[in-house]
Each structure stands twice: as C-alpha cells, then as structure tokens.
C-alpha cells in the first residue's frame, strides 16, 4: 500500500469552528489531492496540489483553503465548519499528471461531522 | 449530470460468477480508470486504459474502452466473496489535470 496516513480519522465538530485535516506521504509524489465522497455525488475534487506552494482549486472549492509547505503535507481546512461540509475526506497522490497515465492511490479518509 | 456514470448502481451475484459493470462518459478522455472501495477504506486502483487501447487484462479483471460510444466495462470472472466493494470509474479529461469520478456500483457477491 502507498504510504498515506490521514488524521485524524474521525472529526466531530461543531458549526462556524475551523477545521484543519492531515495529509501525510512517504512516497514523495509530486501531486496530492483531496476529495470529498458524498451519497449520491460520487467523489468530487476539492484542491490540488502539483508541488510545495502550487495549488489550485477543484470542482467544489467553495469554503476550503489548502496549503503545501513540504513535498509530503497537504492540509485541508475549513475556516469555519459548516453542517454542508460534513463529509469523507479522502487523500490522493499520484507522481504525475493524471494525462500522464499515473493512477492515484488514496488514503483511508477522514469521516467529519459538523453538527 | 456526471462526466462519468456507472450502471448498474447495484449488482447482486452468487460466488463464481462473473460480474460486469459499465461506465459512460461524455467528453474526450485520455484515460479512464477503475477503483475498487471497499467498507470504510479508501480507494485502490484497479486498473487504467488509455484513450487509444481497446481491452486491458490483469488477473480476473478485464477491462474495454470504446471512445465512440463513450463507454468502458469492467469484468470481474468466477468472483469471490472478497471481490464484495463499490466500483468505481474514473475518466481523466484532456487537457484538465484531474480525475472526474462516477458514482459507483455496489457490488455484492452471495456465498
């Protein structure tokens, strides 16, 4: 398995606090992703990263920030949690582009609720 | 409505039978990816066929493209209990740096 550890695993939390999820790899992939998975929408891409303080925003960006200060953290927060944004959060990596052929490999995911 | 769209939604067998799942898509792809999830993990990575090849083997998987229809299979033969996950399809759009998922089918192999 790819070495990707996110924490925490599991969030409870409460609306309008801020929220910082944990990405962490061993395998010094330049790209990281994060998704959120959701019944009925699939999974959808938040931020990416294609390398240390490059990043750029995904389909549902609204309400999340990202930062990359090193090769293998990629942070994911919430500024001020929101019911809407309780959700699985799951980590990806891949070492190139995807139009470059590479799969993603995930992480085991964080399950967040906002109450 | 999705770039990627699996069918069925849920798909119910007994253990070594073969299992078949779809997807269809709308745009030019220069992949398109296959993901297996299962209870409470993350997603693992199937298999990937390139926009221009036409069927792809690994193991008990056998994987079709065809872009004129827009749409790849995923077979999964004499399956096993194990073989119990969500399916996933995952098209890599051109020019766009990412994965565009589809919503997956449900996939359950009776003993």
């Known amino acids: 398995d790819a070495g990707i550890t996110q924490s925490p695993r599991h969030k409870v939390t409460e609306t309008g606090t801020p929220v910082t999820l944990r990405c962490h790899q061993t395998e010094n992939h330049r790209y990281m992703y994060w998704y959120r998975q959701d019944p009925g929408h699939g999974l959808r891409l938040i931020h990416y990263s294609y390398g240390v303080k490059d990043t750029d925003k995904g389909e549902v960006s609204d309400g999340y920030s990202v930062s990359r200060s090193k090769t293998e953290d990629f942070l994911l927060t919430l500024e001020s949690a929101t019911s809407s944004q309780t959700s699985v959060y799951f980590c990806?990596?891949?070492?190139?582009?995807?139009?470059?052929?590479?799969?993603?490999?995930f992480g085991d995911g964080t399950r967040l609720s906002i109450l | 409505s999705q770039q990627g769209e699996e069918d069925p939604q849920a798909l119910s067998i007994q253990e070594g039978e073969n299992a078949t799942m779809n997807c269809s898509y709308k745009?030019?792809?220069?992949?398109l990816q296959w993901y297996r999830q299962n209870s409470g993990r993350g997603l693992v990575h199937l298999i990937l066929i390139r926009s221009n090849e036409r069927e792809k083997h690994s193991g008990r998987l056998r994987v079709t493209l065809d872009t004129s229809k827009k749409s790849s299979s995923l077979l999964i033969t004499a399956s096993r209990a194990a073989d119990t996950a969500s399916y996933f399809c995952?098209?890599?759009?051109?020019?766009?740096?990412?994965?565009?998922f589809g919503q997956g089918t449900r996939l359950t192999i009776n003993p």
């Open positions: 995952a098209t890599a759009l051109r020019g766009a740096q990412k994965l565009v």
């Open positions: 990806a990596i891949s070492e190139s582009t995807v139009n470059s052929n590479q799969p993603q490999h």
């Open positions: 745009t030019s792809i220069n992949n």
